[in-house]
C-alpha cells in the first residue's frame, strides 16, 4: 500500500532562515503526484505547492521549493526566508494514479518560526 | 480567486443525531472529496464522488455516512446517527487538473 512518511514531529527555525521538511513516500506506481498543504492553527488546509512523478523540474512557487529525488522516494519541501506566519503543521500528500484520486497524508510537521 | 466553502464552520450535535455537512466546491471542478482529521491526527481519506456517484470510499466510509449532489453546486455529507468517535474536522475538496483544493472545514462535535 501507499504511505507517506513525515519524520519530523515538531522543528524551529529562526525568522529569515531556510528550513527543509522531510517526506518519504512508498509505492511501486510510476505515475503518481506529490503535495505539500500546510495548516495554520486556524485549521483551513492550504495547497502549497505540487510535483508530479514525471515532472524533470523540481517544482518552485515563490518561496517554496520541492526537492524531489525520485530515485529515494523523497519530496522535501524547503521554505526559504521564514516568515513568523510560515509557523503552522506542514502535511505531505501523495496521489496514486493506481489508487484512484484520492490523498494519502504524512503524520505532519510542526513548524515554529522564531523572531 | 475561486474557492471551496463550507458550512457550517462549527457544528455541535448529540450521540445518535444526523448531520449535514455542507460543501460548495469550485464551480468549475467535477471531482469532490470529504476528509476527516480527529484532532492531532492526520488527514484521512473518507470518499471521492465524480459523475453524480461515489468513485471511491474508505473503511471508515461506513453505512452512517452517506454523500449527495443535491443540485449544481452544493455537495453534502450526512452522518445518520452520530457517536463520539464522529468528532473531528471534516474538510470537502475539488479538483482540477492536479491539485485539491480544500475548504476551510467544519469542526464537529458530537456530546
Known amino acids: 500500500a501507499q504511505k507517506i512518511t513525515q519524520t519530523q514531529p515538531g522543528m524551529f527555525v529562526q525568522e529569515k532562515e531556510a528550513v527543509t521538511l522531510d517526506c518519504t513516500y512508498d509505492?511501486?506506481?510510476?505515475?503518481?503526484?506529490l503535495f505539500w498543504y500546510k495548516q495554520p492553527s486556524s485549521g483551513e488546509m492550504i495547497f502549497l505547492i505540487y510535483?508530479?512523478?514525471?515532472?524533470?523540474q523540481n517544482a518552485t512557487e515563490g518561496r517554496y521549493s520541492l526537492n524531489f529525488q525520485k530515485a529515494r522516494k523523497s519530496a522535501n519541501l524547503v521554505i526559504s526566508a521564514s516568515q513568523l506566519g510560515d509557523s503552522a503543521m506542514y502535511f505531505c500528500a501523495g496521489r496514486w494514479e493506481a489508487a484512484g484520486n484520492k490523498l494519502t497524508f504524512g503524520g505532519g510537521t510542526r513548524v515554529l518560526v522564531k523572531p | 480567486e475561486p474557492e471551496v466553502t463550507q458550512t457550517p464552520s462549527h457544528q455541535v450535535t448529540q450521540m445518535g443525531q444526523e448531520v449535514i455537512l455542507r460543501c460548495v466546491p469550485i464551480?468549475?471542478?467535477?471531482?469532490f472529496y470529504w476528509y476527516r482529521q480527529i484532532l492531532g491526527q492526520k488527514v484521512e481519506f473518507l470518499v471521492s464522488?465524480?459523475?453524480?456517484?461515489?468513485?471511491?470510499k474508505s473503511e471508515i466510509f461506513d453505512d452512517q455516512f452517506s454523500v449527495e449532489r443535491p443540485d449544481g453546486s452544493n455537495f453534502t455529507l450526512k452522518i445518520r446517527s452520530t457517536k463520539l468517535e464522529d468528532s473531528a474536522m471534516y474538510f470537502c475538496a475539488s479538483k482540477s487538473e492536479y491539485e485539491q483544493f480544500f475548504g476551510p472545514g467544519t469542526r464537529l462535535t458530537v456530546l
Open positions: 464522488f465524480y459523475n453524480n456517484e461515489i468513485s471511491e
Open positions: 509505492t511501486s506506481d510510476q505515475s503518481y503526484g
Open positions: 510535483q508530479g512523478s514525471y515532472d524533470e
Open positions: 464551480s468549475n471542478h467535477l471531482y
